[in-house]
């Protein structure tokens, strides 16, 4: 028999899961993230290091994105709870953005999203840019949503 507890968490976790993929939607492409960050966040390239640039160039964009991106991620999710009766934690939200700010700072420092497609059989997929595709953003935005998902169950149940 299901109880009005897990109703309750069930309905709060659908709440925030729709609530971080439409932030993310919003944060990634409209208010999060400038025309600079988004050139610069992923800076070095391989060739780059190897030509003696730091590899630590390009932290600076990427940390200025996450941190705007996470501000409309954080406003939205406490609008949100502001006017519906969600069961949630300050310790659960915090967790949850922790985890989608770490998750979200690796993978668009672009290299790990590379490397994976690269060391899963779809190196091609990586250097695809033809017919209104790009692989790596579609990679890109796929990894961020699967950590949504467990940024979710954490702000949910913590």
Not at 22 to 36: C, K, P, W
Not at 41 to 51: E, I, L, R, Y
Not at 120 to 133: K, V, W
């Amino acid at each position: 028999m299901t109880s009005i507890e897990q109703i309750a968490t069930l309905a709060t976790f659908g709440t925030v899961w729709a609530v971080l993929s439409v932030g993310h939607n919003l944060a990634d492409h409209v208010f999060g993230q400038s025309d600079h960050q988004a050139a610069n966040k992923g800076a070095p390239t391989a060739a780059d290091v190897a030509d003696g640039v730091s590899p630590r160039q390009g932290w600076g964009a990427c940390l200025g994105h996450v941190a705007q991106y996470h501000l409309v991620m954080a406003v939205m999710l406490s609008l949100v709870w502001a006017v519906l009766p969600l069961q949630l934690s300050w310790t659960g939200l915090a967790a949850g953005l922790v985890v989608s700010a770490m998750t979200h700072a690796f993978f668009d420092r672009r290299w790990p999203v590379r490397w994976l497609l690269q060391h899963t059989g779809s190196p091609d997929f990586a250097a695809l840019r033809a017919a209104g595709m790009n692989g790596m953003y579609l990679t890109d935005q796929a990894l961020h949503h699967t950590a949504l998902l467990a940024s979710a169950v954490l702000i949910t149940v913590v």
